[in-house]
């Protein structure tokens, strides 16, 4: 009689940098080291948000997307410092080569963070772990920062894994350990569980992934609508989703929180001539072109709208991209309405974007 066959499993990796933006700052000013600071808008004026706070700020309670107000007010000797995204995009280029010493199958989330399938790496190392032991350690040596690791057969799971040991961690769980470390999960700590799901949850007596594992698909799906289908795969560890290395760039955009509210629409052109230099660049950067242009606009009370428009011809020009996003801003009533934020997005790249992938460009932000 044949033995039977092993499952093979995929061995996925995802790397999520310490503190990111922080760390570069404290690396590059030895003033900071071992002090709370927090990248982002200082808590003067108005609309200050926190992009990262360091360790020693989250001691207090400091973290990302916090108003530095609130920040100041739980560590009153914080150190604010204005973000240097060159800085940080560099450090993230070079992060980024280093993951292609391994492998080509790279899904970037973000300028920190990562998604690696090493199911057949270039060096031939074979062992996920260790992969993921020379990333980090290549990563101390060459940029003087700390990263942590998930691994595992999945990407739910090997994001998961990365979060446990922060900073500086490596945690490995394995697939005969996936679905009771599932079951003991609090339901908060699952990707994808906002806070008001995660109350909404509890009030149901759903406190851990064990919980949810009792409830059948259906039962899942009457409580949290499509939702549900998803909670039920991830309580017992399954996730198909492949690490897209070529992912296809939807929007390409920039918005802008001002610390006076705008009031008149020359203000608001003035605004937005900057921000659309901005996006015309990032376009022209990843050699795209697009049909439809979008303006966000956040009012004083935090209601935000937008307002789109296709075009028959595909635009990347500064110019092009600003009539669009005066008509647009034009057709809203501001009348009693204070603007706090405003954006573009340029969109719809279509057909550009599929032949600049015949010509070798892979439709990617990153980094």
């Known amino acids: 009689m044949e033995p ?34 927090a990248v982002g808008g ?46 940080y995009k560099e450090v993230s280029i070079h992060i ?43 990563i101390r040596d060459e940029l003087q ?20 040991n922060k900073p500086d ?21 699952f990707h994808g569980v906002g806070k008001v799901t ?16 009792k409830l059948s698909e259906l039962e899942l799906v009457n409580l949290f609508g499509k939702s549900g289908h998803f909670f039920y795969k991830i309580v017992r560890g399954i996730d198909h989703r492949k690490v897209e290395a070529n992912q296809e760039t939807k929007s390409v955009g920039a918005e802008d929180t001002f610390p006076e509210d705008l009031v008149t629409i020359p203000e608001m052109a003035a605004e937005l001539e900057k921000i659309s230099r901005i996006v015309s660049d990032r376009v022209k950067r990843n050699q795209l072109k697009g049909r439809t242009v979008t ?4 009012f004083s009370d935090f209601k935000t709208i937008t307002r789109s428009k296709s075009y028959p011809t595909a635009v990347a020009e500064q110019e092009l991209i600003l009539t669009a996003a005066m008509a647009l801003l034009e057709s809203v009533d501001f009348t009693n309405r204070p603007v706090r934020l405003l954006g573009i997005t340029v969109s719809n790249f279509g057909e550009d974007v599929l032949q ?8 990617r932000l990153f980094p």
């Open 145 to 164: 920062l700390t990263a942590s690791a998930g691994v595992s057969i999945n990407k739910f799971v090997a994001k998961i894994a990365s979060d446990m």
């Open 42 to 87: 200082s808590p003067e004026g108005r609309g200050g948000v926190v992009a990262t706070a360091s360790y020693e700020a989250r001691k207090y309670g400091v973290h990302s997307a916090m108003p530095s107000k609130k920040a100041q007010q739980l560590c009153p000797h914080l150190i604010f410092v204005r973000p240097r995204f060159p800085a």
């Open 295 to 298: 303006v966000k606009i956040k």
């Open 4 to 37: 039977a066959e092993e499952k093979q499993y995929r061995k996925i990796i995802h790397i999520d940098m310490d503190a990111f933006y922080a760390s570069v700052e404290q690396r590059d000013h030895p003033e900071y080291r071992g002090k709370a600071i």
């Open 356 to 363: 600049f992938e015949k010509n070798g460009y892979q439709g």
């Open 96 to 138: 980024r080569e280093i993951f292609s010493r391994f492998t080509d199958e790279i899904q970037p989330l973000s300028l920190d963070e990562a998604y690696l399938d090493v199911t057949d790496d270039k060096l031939g190392i074979g062992s996920a772990i260790e992969i993921a032991r020379q990333i980090k350690q290549m």
């Open 198 to 213: 995660a109350e909404k949850m509890k009030m149901r007596g759903l406190h851990t992934g064990g919980d949810l594992k």
């Open 169 to 189: 961690g490596l945690t490995f769980i394995g697939p005969s350990k996936i679905e009771r470390f599932m079951e003991k999960l609090p339901v908060e700590k």
